[in-house]
């Protein structure tokens, strides 16, 4: 089959190898689309895999085509999504019900080839079936919709309550979808990209607001406060802003991954406590049982048309691009959210 590793720090390249051999409890997948997430951009840019050569790639859709021999032949065919996190079942986050905490977790296009490639294996037990009305091409933004979703779940969110997002990346869009979605009232985005702004506007935002142009904690002062901050962008600035911007007895959600040291003074770490927020993590988005509800939920309100992410799709590559999308994707004005790698298409 064809494939596109990365086989050192910033080279990529597209190959022939071997159609991944199943376990007894795996189903092989031809891959429809699959696409570019954050979290690959580091493995491409530095070197950041287990191994070379790696296969990256775990957003995906597609068919599958072989089951393993634990696996009922009537899976055969299924139109799927596959959730990339693979767990133990036997550690105590597992057992307590909360696999995104596993202690001993595998993740495809990460710890084992990904679906950057014609065919993928996955365990049976994280495939989720594709309601017909639903594309291909939709279907491979189920997983990082997944994240916003399970973020917005993290604490209590009031129906009619105002949200604040930092940072209008593909993740803070689906926090953004998932608020419209389950009822949020005024919902702000923050962001220095006006492209994505834009986009935020069409999903669902209210509010949309330039840094560069508005001066954030002057124009809270004088408008609503946010009962909710959803931190995405994993910037030094922007999680000291979400403690700051946060209304008092708001809560503040964690979302984005950090690169770099964070300094609060002293008198923006105290604001926790004097506004008594509370504060938490989002680590992906799975749930019991596994993978939990966030992936039907996701696909149910795509099917009801609750949410609409064909937009978020600026781009679509073949494989034989290799790493042209990554550099897209790098630019620093980049006007691309989520790019798809075309590898089987839509079903004729």
């Not at 977790?105 to 080839?113: R, T, V």
Request: hydrophobic share 40%.
């Amino acid at each position: 089959m064809k494939a596109l590793a990365v086989e050192d720090k910033q080279i990529m390249c597209l190959c022939e190898t071997e159609i991944p051999e199943l376990k007894d409890k795996e189903v092989l997948v031809k891959v429809a689309y699959c696409g570019i997430c954050g979290s690959d951009l580091p493995r491409f840019f530095d070197g950041a895999v287990h191994n070379f050569p790696q296969i990256l790639g775990h957003e995906f859709s597609g068919t599958i085509v072989k089951a393993g021999k634990e696996v009922s032949e009537g899976r055969l065919g299924k139109r799927v999504i596959g959730a990339p996190l693979m767990v133990c079942g036997k550690c105590p986050s597992c057992r307590a019900g909360k696999p995104q905490l596993c202690e001993h977790y595998g993740f495809i296009g990460s710890h084992q080839p990904g679906a950057f490639a014609e065919y993928v294996a996955v365990p049976e037990e994280n495939i989720i079936e594709v309601p017909d009305q639903v594309s291909f091409k939709e279907a491979a933004l189920v997983e990082p919709f997944t994240v916003g979703l399970h973020a917005v779940e993290r604490l209590p969110f009031r129906a009619g309550e105002a949200a604040l997002i930092l940072g209008a990346g593909a993740i803070g869009l689906a926090v953004v979808a998932a608020l419209r979605a389950r009822g949020a009232g005024k919902i702000y985005i923050v962001d220095m990209n006006e492209q994505r702004l834009e986009f935020a506007a069409k999903i669902g935002a209210d509010v949309t607001l330039n840094p560069e142009k508005v001066k954030l904690e002057e124009y809270f002062r004088q408008n609503e406060k946010a009962g909710v901050v959803f931190e995405t962008a994993g910037h030094p600035i922007t999680q000291v802003q979400a403690i700051t911007l946060a209304g008092k007895g708001g809560k503040v959600i964690y979302v984005g991954t950090s690169h770099r040291d964070i300094t609060f003074r002293p008198q923006e770490f105290e604001q926790i406590f004097r506004k008594e927020l509370l504060i938490t993590g989002n680590m992906m988005s799975y749930s019991a049982p596994f993978p939990g509800y966030e992936w039907k939920t996701a696909l149910e309100y795509m099917e009801r048309g609750s949410v609409n992410l064909k937009e978020m799709i600026t781009g679509i590559y073949p494989l034989e691009a290799e790493e042209e999308p990554f550099w897209e994707l790098r630019k620093k004005d980049s006007g691309h959210i989520k790019i798809l790698y075309e590898i089987g298409g839509e079903e004729k």
